[in-house]
């Protein structure tokens, strides 16, 4: 952060701070202390950022693939060697507890590092042209060029690692970025910024525009030298920017509520603890976390009574302190959605094994039992420590409770029969299935992405370089 004593946080644009226009005052969602003065872009100041990115185009398109992959790697150990004070700024700004601030970056620590891997893969392919009649006498090669100017719009909830998902790929694959972080979360963004510029980045190959989503969002959108813009976020902004990009290439990662189906021949002890992690780390607030469980019904009371107790353990509160799993919610008005959306759970006859109400910002981690499928806390996106569990007489009936959901980005089934483990796989209607593991599951290499409304495209670094890149096809005729 520069300028700490004023504690203003200007945009980064060009290579440089940049002072805005307008500024915000950005709280820690935990204690309320003021973190920052944080620069609001203008609708100008945008066009200066996407200026900036066009012009540092030129250079990034000609640099050779192993510069870019050092900038990556070197990126990847700086922030390595001060991972204490980039994870206490996850933790102050989005009230990520600790712990799992260090987690996500070690995480992206890695995902700049595939990046770096992937900048030296951008390969192509050889076509036979021979097959074809008429194709004789010729050779085609298909090759991987830059988009050029990738917008980057990105939420709260990992604030380093998502932007790592963005940034990485499109380092790597020689485009620049105009990246937009979350209003909640921008000093994570600009904390990378400076460590890029640290590891020889040109100026403008990335440039940062904190401030209003849909001010920005809207130039970024719609100005004609964005040729990408990959968002990722809630499912009514991402409708929205599908419908104003007309041609220009989207990828969007939304949001989902996550189900695991448990078999009667589950492992309690190994099922329980992976399940609680999958629904109360950083207080639900991930894509993939553990929104609904089908048990079967042959171990469901077991099952119910084990995970109750275990989400009465977790430990709730400060964000800096090491133990603490689950913190306060991003706005006080999640706080009162949820607690809303419990109620109207049980007035249509759900019980409540444990939870179900909220100290100051934080909820406590909520377990509801027997919830009709149309209840808020099922049907939509709950983003929160609240996880509901229903009981099925089969891993069939599972799996149709699974697509019973206008989401489908990650599910998971422990089973131990490998007939149930395949069918699984190919009937369950989401981006990914993890078999013996929980929807929450995710490395930074893996093909990551939803179908129905969780989106379209996918991330994971290699899978997000293709959709940074153009396919271009070369043919020479030798006759
Ligand atoms: P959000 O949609 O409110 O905000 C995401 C970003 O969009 C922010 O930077 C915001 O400023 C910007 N924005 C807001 N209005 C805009 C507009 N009109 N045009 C363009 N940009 C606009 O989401 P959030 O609350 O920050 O994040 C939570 C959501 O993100 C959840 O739905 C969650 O499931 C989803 N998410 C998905 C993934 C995934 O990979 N699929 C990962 C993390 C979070």
């Known amino acids: 952060m520069e300028d700490a004593a004023m504690r203003k946080q200007h945009l980064f644009i060009g290579g440089k701070p940049t002072e805005s226009v307008n500024y915000i005052t950005l709280q820690a969602p935990y204690s309320g202390e003021t973190l920052a003065e944080v620069s609001s872009a203008s609708a100008e100041e945008v066009e200066v950022a996407i200026a900036a990115a066009v012009q540092a185009g030129k250079e990034m398109r000609r640099m050779p693939a192993h510069q870019r992959a050092d900038i990556l790697y070197k990126l990847s150990a700086l922030l390595e060697e001060r991972k204490e004070e980039a994870a206490r700024i996850i933790a102050l700004e989005a009230a990520k507890p600790i712990t799992a601030a260090l987690a996500e970056v070690d995480r992206t620590v890695e995902t700049y590092r595939f990046a770096a891997e992937e900048a030296k893969r951008l390969t192509g392919e050889t076509v036979p042209m021979d097959a074809a009649k ?8 298909t090759m991987r060029q830059p988009l ?15 932007v790592a998902h963005k940034v990485g790929p499109a380092l790597a694959a020689g485009n620049t970025i105009v990246l937009k972080p979350a209003e909640q979360t921008p000093l994570s963004s600009y904390y990378i910024a400076n460590l890029l510029q640290e590891a020889g980045l040109p100026d403008g190959a990335l440039n940062v525009v904190s401030g209003d989503g849909k001010t920005i969002g809207d130039v970024l959108v719609e100005h ?6 990959t968002f990722t976020g809630s499912p009514a902004v991402g409708t929205s920017i599908r419908s104003k990009a007309g041609l220009k290439r989207v990828t969007l990662e939304l949001g989902s509520n996550a189900a695991v189906i448990i078999d009667r021949d589950a492992n309690l002890d190994k099922v329980v603890p992976r399940c609680v992690t999958g629904a109360f780390t950083y207080q639900g607030q991930v894509c993939i976390s553990l929104q609904r469980i089908y048990v079967h019904s042959s171990i469901a009371d077991e099952f119910i009574r084990r995970f109750a107790e275990a989400a009465k353990q977790v430990v709730v509160g400060d964000p800096l302190n090491p133990d603490t799993v689950v913190s306060a919610l991003i706005t006080s008005k999640d706080v009162q959605r949820t607690l809303d959306w419990i109620d109207e759970a049980k007035q249509a006859g759900a ?6 109400e909220a100290e100051g910002g934080v909820l406590r981690p909520t377990v509801l039992v027997n919830v009709p499928r149309d209840a808020k806390v099922s049907c939509q996106e709950v983003f929160a420590p609240i996880v509901v569990i229903n009981t099925v007489d089969s891993v069939e009936e599972g799996i149709e409770h699974v697509n019973d959901s206008i989401y489908g980005l990650q599910a998971g089934v422990f089973t131990n029969d490998i007939h149930t483990a395949l069918h699984a796989a190919d009937h369950i209607e989401a981006g990914g299935v993890m078999i013996n ?11 990551y992405g939803g179908v129905k409304q969780s989106g379209m495209g996918r991330e994971g670094v290699k899978y997000a370089v293709e959709e940074m890149t153009e396919l271009k096809f070369v043919m020479f005729n030798k006759n």
Not at 134 to 141: H, K, W
């Open 224 to 229: 004609p030298d964005v040729a990408h813009i």
């Open 437 to 447: 593991d929980i929807p929450t599951f995710r490395v930074d290499h893996m093909p």
């Open 148 to 162: 050029g100017v990738v917008g980057a719009i990105t939420p709260f909830n990992f604030p380093m690692n998502l």
């Open 134 to 141: 008429g194709g004789e006498g010729r050779i085609g090669y």
């Open 351 to 356: 019980e409540v094994a444990t939870g179900g």
